[in-house]
C-alpha cells in the first residue's frame, strides 16, 4: 500500500509572515554578499581582458561566497534579540501520553550503550513518567547479539525493567535504522502516543523527555520536535574543540535555524520526538529506483522523514532551549572523515528527492542546503585550480599599447581589491563566532565557559584550528563528493566510537595523499605561477602537515582550554551514567537473571 | 571527563568469554519474552518520485556522471 500526496487530508502549513521575513532578508544578504564577492573578482580579474576562466571563477566565488554567507546568516538571526515574552512552558496534563524511548543499535558496544539506557531510565522514572524503552537491534554479528542479550538481562536487573524495557533483534536489517523504526511501528506502535528517537550514544535527561511530551501533548498539529544535543565525554584535542563548539556556538545557530525553518524545522535522526501516528501515516520511505549510491535505501533518513512530516500538514520544530539532550562526537578527524563520507553520500543522494511532488519549498531548499555542504568543498578546490589556470594563462603585459609611446603604461596593482575579497570571505568565518562570543560574554553564559577570558581563549582557539584542518576537510569532502558521482558506494558502515588517539604512522596512512597532493600543488605553483604561492600557503601549508595534524589533533588535551559546563558541572543523568558504566566494568561477569524475573507478560 | 570509562575490544571479549564460560547461552534462549507489546500500526509507503520521473532520473544521472554507462 503506498499513499500519494494527493490523497493527504491535509497539506503543509504555510510559513507565517516573519519567518517568510527573515528568509527573505537572509537569502537577499547571502546573495549581497556573493555579489559583491564575485565583483571584487571581476573587478581585479578583467584588467587584462576577459577570458573563460574568468567566467568560471566569477561564478564558483559567486556559490562559494553565497554559501559562506548563509552560515553567517544563520548565526546573525540567532543573534537577534527576540521579539515578544517568550511562552512559558507547557505542564504535562493528564491522561499522560503514552511514551516509549526508541534505541536504535547495530554492532554496537552494548556495555557502554546499556549503561547509557540504565541512567536514562533512572532519570526518567525520577521525573514520575512512566516510559517504555525498546532496544530495536540491527546487529548482524553473532557473538555481539549474545553480548547484547546478556548485558540486556544485567540492565533488566538494573532497572527491575521487565514488562517496560524490551529488547529485539530483527532478522534482516531491510533499512537500516529507518526500516529498524518503522519495523517497530508497524508491530507495536499503536502502543504509543510519542517515541523518542536516540542512537546508541545518546543521553536524555527525564526532565528534557518530560518537557518534550508536554510540548508535544500542548500542540496537537507538532509531528516532530527536535532538541540540540551537545557532545559530551570527548577527551582529545580534536573532540574537546567539537564538543566546544557545539556547546557554545551551536545554541546560536540553531536559534537562527529555528527562525528561519518554521514550521519546516529539521529532523537529525535522534534525541527527538515524534508523533507516533504523524509518523506512521507519513514516513514510510520507499526505496528508490536504481542502484546505490543514488538509489536504493535512502541513507540520509532523517531529512526526508522532516520533509514528509511537513508534507502531512504537521510541524517540525528544533528547539535548542530544552536542556538535558547529550551526544558523543568524533575524536579524531580521520572518524570525523569517515561520518561524513556516510552524510555526503546520503545528502547527494537527495538530488533525487529535489523534485518529489508535494514536498514543502523549504523542504526542497534544505535538501539542497545538504548537497551543497559537501559540494561546495569541490567547488572551492575548483576555484583555486582556476585561479592558478587563469593566472598561468594570462596574456603577457602590453606596456605599450599605442605605437611611438615614450613610457610605458604598468597595469593597474589589484592587490587591494584581492585582499578585501580574502578579508571579507575569512570575516564571513570568523565573525559570527566573534559576535557569538560577544552576546555570550554580554548575557554573563561565558562563565559556564570558566569565564570571558578563558571562553575568548578557547573561541580563538577553535577558530585556528578549524583553519588549520579546513584544507584537509576540503580534500577528504572533495574525494568523498568525486566518489559517490563516480557511482561508489560508501555503504553506511557502523558508527565507531570511543576510538582513541592516532599514531604518526596511522596518521600517514590516512593523509600521506593530502600532504603529496598539496606537495605536488605547491611545487607547481612556484614554478608556473610563483606570484600565486604565497596565497596558496595558507592550503598549501596544512595539507603539508597533514598526517601530524591528524596524529596531533587526537592525543588527549587535559589543559582547561576548551572548557565546557558539562565538564565542571555533569548533568544528573551524566553521573548516574558513568556511575552504572563504572560498576558494570568493575564487574565484567554478565550476571544472568533467571528467565523467570526476565519474562513479559502477554 | 569520560576518562577510564570506554570498555576496549579485549574487555568486551572477555565478558563475552566469560559469558560463554557460564553457559547462559541456555538461559538466554529460554528467556526470548523481550519483544514489545504487539499493537500494530498501518504505515503507508510514500511516494517520493512521479512514475514517470522514477525512470528518467536516474538516466539523466548516468548521463551526467563519469563511471556510469547510460
Redesign the interface.
Known amino acids: ?5 494527493r490523497k493527504a487530508a491535509r497539506r503543509a502549513l504555510p510559513a507565517d509572515a516573519r519567518t517568510k521575513l527573515i528568509r527573505t532578508l537572509a537569502l537577499s544578504f547571502a546573495l549581497l554578499a556573493a555579489l559583491v564577492a564575485s565583483t571584487l573578482l571581476a573587478d581585479a580579474a578583467i584588467q587584462d581582458g576577459v577570458d573563460v576562466w574568468d567566467v568560471v571563477r566569477g561564478v564558483l566565488i559567486f556559490v562559494t561566497t553565497a554559501w559562506l554567507a548563509w552560515g553567517a546568516t544563520l548565526s546573525f538571526v540567532g543573534l537577534a534579540p527576540r521579539v515578544g515574552k517568550r511562552r512559558p512552558a507547557p505542564e504535562l496534563q493528564s491522561p499522560a501520553p503514552r511514551l ?1 524511548v526508541l534505541v536504535p543499535i547495530c554492532n554496537e ?1 552494548p ?2 550503550t546499556f549503561a547509557r539506557i540504565a541512567a536514562m531510565d533512572r532519570s526518567i522514572q525520577a521525573e514520575g513518567l512512566a516510559s ?1 524503552i ?1 532496544i530495536l537491534s540491527d546487529t548482524r554479528n553473532e ?1 555481539s547479539a ?2 547484547e ?2 548485558t ?2 544485567r540492565l533488566i536487573r538494573e532497572t527491575h525493567g521487565e514488562g517496560r524495557i ?3 533483534r530483527r532478522d534482516d536489517n531491510r533499512g537500516r535504522k529507518a526500516g529498524n523504526i ?1 519495523e ?9 502516543d510519542f517515541a523518542l528517537i536516540l542512537d546508541a550514544d545518546s543521553l536524555m535527561e527525564g526532565r528534557a523527555v518530560r518537557e518534550m511530551a508536554a510540548k508535544m501533548q500542548a500542540d496537537p498539529k507538532l509531528g516532530l520536535l527536535q532538541t540540540l544535543p551537545k557532545i ?4 582529545s584535542f580534536f573532540g574537546r574543540a567539537m564538543q566546544f563548539a557545539a556547546s557554545f556556538h551551536s545554541p546560536i545557530f540553531t536559534r537562527g535555524l529555528e527562525r528561519l525553518q518554521g514550521n519546516t524545522g529539521p529532523f537529525w535522526g535522534h534525541n527527538a520526538m515524534v508523533r ?2 504523524a509518523f ?7 526505496e ?3 542502484p546505490p549510491p ?2 536504493g535505501h535512502i541513507l540520509s533518513h532523517d531529512y ?1 522523514e522532516a520533509a ?1 512530516l511537513a508534507r502531512g500538514g504537521w510541524r517540525v520544530q528544533v528547539d535548542h532551549t530544552i536542556s538535558g539532550s547529550f551526544e558523543e562526537g568524533p575524536e579524531n578527524i580521520l572518524s570525523y572523515a569517515k561520518r561524513d563520507r556516510r552524510w555526503c553520500q546520503g545528502n547527494l543522494q537527495h ?3 529535489l ?3 508535494g514536498i514543502a519549498g523549504w523542504s526542497r531548499f534544505v535538501f539542497l542546503q545538504g548537497i551543497f555542504a559537501y559540494l561546495v568543498s569541490v567547488l572551492w578546490a575548483a576555484f583555486l585550480i582556476t585561479s592558478v589556470v587563469a593566472t598561468i594563462l594570462a596574456p603577457v603585459p602590453n606596456y605599450f599599447p599605442e605605437p611611438h609611446m615614450l613610457f610605458p603604461v604598468f597595469p593597474d596593482d589589484r592587490t587591494k581589491e584581492i585582499t578585501a575579497l580574502i578579508v571579507g570571505i575569512m570575516g564571513l568565518l570568523i565573525l559570527p563566532k566573534f559576535a557569538i562570543l560577544y552576546e555570550a560574554s554580554g548575557t554573563r553564559r561565558t562563565a559556564r565557559f570558566g569565564g570571558s577570558v578563558r571562553a575568548g581563549f578557547s573561541v580563538v582557539a577553535e577558530i585556528l584550528l578549524s583553519s588549520l584542518i579546513a584544507p584537509l576537510m576540503l580534500m577528504y569532502q572533495t574525494k568523498a563528493v568525486l566518489q559517490v ?4 558506494d560508501g555503504g553506511w558502515p557502523a558508527n565507531q566510537r ?1 576510538e ?1 588517539a592516532l599514531s604518526l604512522m596511522e596518521g600517514f596512512r590516512a593523509g600521506l595523499w593530502i600532504m603529496l597532493t598539496g606537495g605536488a600543488a605547491l611545487a607547481l605553483v612556484a614554478r608556473v605561477a610563483p606570484d600565486l604561492t604565497l596565497w596558496l600557503l595558507p592550503v598549501c601549508l596544512p595539507m603539508l602537515a597533514a598526517p601530524f595534524l591528524i596524529a596531533w589533533t587526537s592525543r588527549p588535551l587535559t589543559h582547561a582550554l576548551f572548557l565546557v559546563p558539562e ?1 565542571r558541572r555533569p548533568a544528573p543523568v551524566i553521573r548516574s551514567y ?1 556511575e552504572i ?2 560498576r558494570w ?1 568493575a564487574e ?3 550476571d ?4 523467570e524475573a ?3 507478560p ?1 | 571527563m569520560d576518562e577510564g570509562l570506554t570498555l576496549t575490544r579485549s574487555s568486551q571479549q572477555t565478558e563475552l568469554d566469560m559469558g560463554k564460560d557460564m553457559n547462559t547461552d541456555a538461559h538466554l534462549d529460554a528467556a526470548q519474552d523481550w519483544l514489545p507489546p504487539e499493537a500494530p500500526l498501518e504505515m503507508p509507503r510514500q511516494v517520493l518520485e512521479r512514475d514517470s520521473r522514477r525512470a528518467e532520473w536516474p538516466r539523466l544521472l548516468r548521463l551526467i556522471l563519469p563511471g556510469k554507462a547510460v
Open positions: 500500500m503506498s499513499s500519494s500526496p516509549v558496544d556495555v557502554t517504555d525498546a557473538d549474545l553480548l542479550r546478556q540486556y538481562l524490551f529488547y529485539r518503522e517497530f511501528i508497524r508491530r507495536s506502535g499503536g502502543a504509543y559530551i565525554g570527548a577527551r507516533v501516528n506512521a501515516e507519513s514516513c514510510a520511505l520507499p528508490l529506483a536504481g543514488f538509489g526526508v514528509l538530488s533525487r528527492l523534485l518529489s511532488p558521482l563516480s557511482g561508489r570511543g582513541g565538564e558513568r558504566l563504572g566494568q565484567p561477569r554478565a544472568v537473571a533467571s528467565p526476565t519474562h513479559v502477554a
